[in-house]
């Protein structure tokens, strides 16, 4: 049985001569790969789409064993020729996919992160941010994308309104915030916790509450945007075990 649906290529690699295999993003799949026999060859079933970083409408079926998919035929949608030709964006865009292909996002969680890419790359080319800051900005949406939601408003401990206090620590283990009064040698807070400021948690709360296409012309002072980097990276590395390391993530 065939599908059709709007897919992001992630990658593309040859075996035997014609034939293609392409790492996918889908909203009802999430990342796998599928088999596009001839892809190379063939100029009418497969025109401009077998190249990372297009958005592609496939018709997607298996063989008839079911041990494998395949792409019968794609339509090009998007191949974000803007977005490629600039070198700057087009690093933030790979930067991104990486982290996509690292998390594999299935079924449960591949509405959210389809959306969250597309939209990504569609901001980058259409408003062509400057800086760099849409990768760090794209994994912490991710991650509160996939399930990691804490109330960056208030102390867990006491209630008290992160409006009404200055030392502040979160604990990227449980997603815990204690205020100054209740971070104290008698009330320790567990697990892997980090002193940020209010202006860390408010922004790392806009993020959660905001897409790609609000990010654009966002700027950081130099100590959140260090503690921002800081507590989105930890985060990654304790609960999705994936550490950025020589232009690629590891597990750890």
């Not at 990658?11 to 909203?27: Q, S």
């Not at 009802?28 to 599928?34: C, D, E, N």
């Not at 030392?167 to 815990?176: A, D, I, L």
Request: aromatic residues 10%; proline residues 3%; charged residues 25%.
């Amino acid at each position: 049985m065939e599908a059709t649906e709007k897919a992001l290529v992630l990658k593309v690699g040859r075996f035997r001569e014609a034939d293609a295999w392409v790492r996918l993003l889908t909203a009802s799949r999430g990342v796998f790969t599928a088999f596009a026999f001839g892809g190379f060859r063939s100029r009418r079933r497969f025109l401009g789409c077998l190249d990372p970083l297009n958005l592609v409408l496939f018709t997607i079926g298996t063989d008839r064993k079911g041990a494998y998919q395949q792409l019968a035929e794609g339509s090009l949608l998007n191949g974000f020729k803007e977005l490629k030709a600039d070198s700057a964006l087009l690093g933030q865009a790979a930067n991104c996919i990486k982290f996509v292909e690292a998390i594999e996002p299935g079924q449960e969680d591949g509405r959210a992160v389809f959306d969250l890419l597309l939209e990504t790359l569609e901001t980058l080319e259409r408003k062509r941010p400057a800086g760099d800051l849409f990768p760090i900005l794209f994994r912490a949406k991710a991650a509160f994308e996939l399930g990691f939601t804490p109330d960056l408003s208030r102390c867990t401990g006491c209630g008290t309104s992160l409006d009404e206090t200055i030392r502040v620590t979160f604990s990227v283990e449980n997603g815990q915030i204690a205020c100054g009064a209740c971070k104290s040698p008698e009330k320790p807070v567990d697990g892997l916790a980090r002193q940020v400021s209010v202006g860390t948690l408010r922004t790392l709360d806009w993020i959660m509450r905001s897409g790609p296409s609000d990010w654009v012309g966002l700027g950081m002072a130099g100590e959140v945007r260090r503690q921002v980097f800081e507590l989105v990276e930890l985060f990654i590395a304790y609960h999705l075990g994936l550490q950025w390391e020589g232009g690629n993530y590891k597990k750890v």
